[in-house]
């Protein structure tokens, strides 16, 4: 007897498995193999089963339907537990893109202040600031456990207060 090559890491049973593609090629394997076996090691396949975890078909020495039920309970937490997490870190993921988007147009248009302000345009340099602020605070009401976004907010309202005195003792041109 040769045992086929599609034997794989099953991370529901914690070992390597043979994996079929359909329940009839599972089926056949035992039928054409369970004697051979059963002489050769004392146990053998007597029923197939799908395994969630690998997309595929094991062949089992167990009898018991119950059992393969428990199984797949377990299983099916387990898949469960899997998706929870993965479905929290692409969230995560979304909410670090979001608020690197933020603060990079917010940066961008301090930075912009700062050149307008260097050029005299302080009205201009003000409505920087004040998008950039609108900017952060739409972040913050969406993600308020944004640090990033509390430090931009706090530098962006500082510097709009001193462009604000500045402007207001500075007369226009």
Sequence with gaps: MILPKNRYYCQACHRPKMVFDTEQSADRFIKFNSAEMLEATGSAPVRSYYCRLCCGWHVTSNSSLELGEKLNKRDSNLIGKIDRQINKKRKVE???????????????????????????????????????????CGGLERFPQWAKGRELKNRAESLLNTLEIFVSEQPLP
Excluded: W
């Design 94 to 136: 979304e909410i670090r893109r979001i608020t690197n988007d933020y603060s990079s147009r917010s940066s961008a248009l301090i930075e912009k202040a700062k050149h307008r302000l260097e050029k005299g345009k302080r009205i201009a340099a003000k409505n920087c600031l004040q998008e950039s602020l609108n900017i952060i």
